[in-house]
């Protein structure tokens, strides 16, 4: 099959591309940026979704799409510039998830797979919830103040189309994690050798996922008739808090750094079920409790190389 892959330069991106080459399909990447390095045999498109004339381009005899594309904004906007960098931020997210979906409907395309985020139940604490659970986006900063809003509304586009007869797969993707990405532990690792408080959301944490669950999953999905117009959790078998993690690498670095704890409820913990996921599809997530030894890995990595004594 021939697939086009949104942000397949990025961090998922990039390993999608490879667990697609690998699985024998024929790929096609649409980035607003160039990859660090182009794997052979991929057609690589560097522009961004939000131009409707490349994105007719790239989806030419296409059967099946991935929408892994986002800009990121206002996360780290300044304060004076926050109200239009957000307004910028929803534009190009859902106008170019919008360019995507028509090209995709023109195209007839077999399947459009939307990555989308758990960011969208907002803060639910630890009780997991499942696709049907009320979303609100709005109560979670994770991401910025408009990722999970404007994420949501992608994902409502997505199956209005699906009604226009574009098969739809939305995979609600929760905080994806490998050796090669700690996200924020890396940064409790960097406080913890420079002496510095180790900084955690209080209540912050939930079912986070190993990088090899979501290639899985992806490739699982792909053309299979039963996953479309549906909307499913994909996240990993184990709850983490955030506040324990922290503890570990104090602990593992040997470091005499303390534990602040933020309070911040719009960082509070998201738990969500995979049961659908595993029952529609037999999807099982193979990474257990995965996290702890990356963090250790990393550390040792430190060690070795002599930034840790």
């Not at 667990?19 to 649409?30: F, K, M, P, S």
């Not at 139940?121 to 997991?128: C, F, L, M």
């Not at 509304?153 to 209005?160: F, P, V």
Request: aromatic letters at 6%; one cysteine or more.
């Amino acid at each position: 099959m021939r697939v086009l892959v949104t942000g397949g330069a990025g961090y998922i991106g990039t390993q999608l591309v490879d667990a697609l080459c690998r699985a024998g399909h024929t790929v096609r990447v649409l980035d607003i940026d160039s990859p660090d390095s182009r794997r052979p045999g991929v057609d690589y498109a560097v522009s961004s979704m939000a131009d409707p004339d490349a994105v007719a381009r790239a989806m030419q005899d296409v059967q099946g799409v991935y929408h892994l594309a986002w800009r990121f904004l206002s996360e780290a906007s300044q304060p004076e510039l926050q109200p239009e960098v957000e307004r910028r931020e929803i534009q190009e997210n859902l106008f170019g998830t919008l360019n995507l979906l028509e090209a995709a409907l023109a195209a007839r395309v077999r399947q459009f797979v939307f990555a989308s985020s758990a960011v969208v139940y907002g803060p639910t604490g630890p009780e997991k919830v499942d696709e049907e659970h009320p979303c609100h986006p709005e109560s979670s900063a994770i991401g910025g103040p408009v990722y999970g809003i404007t994420k949501l509304a992608c994902e409502k586009y997505c199956l209005a189309y699906h009604r226009r007869d574009l098969p739809v797969t939305i995979l609600r993707i929760h905080g994806v994690f490998s050796g090669g990405n700690l996200c924020q532990f890396e940064t409790m690792i960097e406080q913890a050798l420079a002496g510095k408080p180790v900084q955690a959301f209080r209540g912050a944490g939930g079912q986070y996922t190993h990088i090899d669950d979501v290639l899985k999953a992806c490739l699982l999905v792909l053309d299979d008739p039963s996953a479309c117009g549906e909307v499913f959790n994909l996240a990993g078998a184990h709850t983490y808090r955030d506040s324990e993690l922290a503890g570990l690498i104090l602990d593992k670095a040997g470091s005499k750094s303390n534990l602040a704890l933020i309070d911040d409820p719009g960082q509070g913990m998201i738990s969500v079920s995979v049961g659908k996921l595993c029952k529609l599809l037999g999807h099982q997530p193979t990474e257990e409790e995965f996290l702890p030894g990356l963090i250790r890995q990393a550390i040792e990595k430190l060690r070795d190389s002599g930034k840790l004594a």
